[in-house]
């Protein structure tokens, strides 16, 4: 399984950014598509999760009502629009696929097997 992410890049508070990541060879009947973020000194943290089949997605409280993460799911493949961004949003962004994963272990990062490259979102004041 691979993941390939991209977008993501620059933008001002308030502004918006998508990015997107495609995963190939990931043929669980049931997945789960996952963004994380790392910013400079800290942890790896959830953002948002996304269910195949169903749809059902989680956001961290932070992101809430900011950004929306979907999915075309016959692809393979996640969208997170992220609007109103403000400089806490700046971070390394990564994509993370799993299979059958339970909603309370959706959050946890160590429950995914399969992880991208990354792709840097920084917004400035």
């Known amino acids: 399984v691979q993941l390939q992410a991209s977008g993501g890049g620059s933008a001002q508070a308030g502004g918006s950014l998508r990015v997107s990541c495609v995963a190939s060879g990931f043929t669980a009947s049931r997945r789960v598509m996952a963004w994380f973020r790392q910013a400079p000194g800290k942890e790896r943290e959830f953002v948002s999760s996304?269910?195949?089949?169903?749809?059902?997605?989680l956001y961290a409280d932070s992101v809430k009502g900011r950004f929306t993460l979907s999915s075309d799911g016959a692809k393979n493949r996640v969208y997170l629009q992220m609007n109103n961004l403000n400089p806490e949003d700046t971070a390394v962004y990564y994509c993370?696929?799993?299979?059958?994963?339970?909603?309370?272990?959706?959050?946890?990062?160590?429950?995914?097997?399969?992880w991208g490259q990354g792709t840097q979102v920084t917004v400035s004041s």
């Open positions: 996304i269910t195949w089949p169903g749809g059902s997605t």
């Open positions: 993370a696929a799993g299979g059958g994963l339970i909603a309370s272990s959706r959050r946890d990062k160590s429950q995914y097997s399969y």
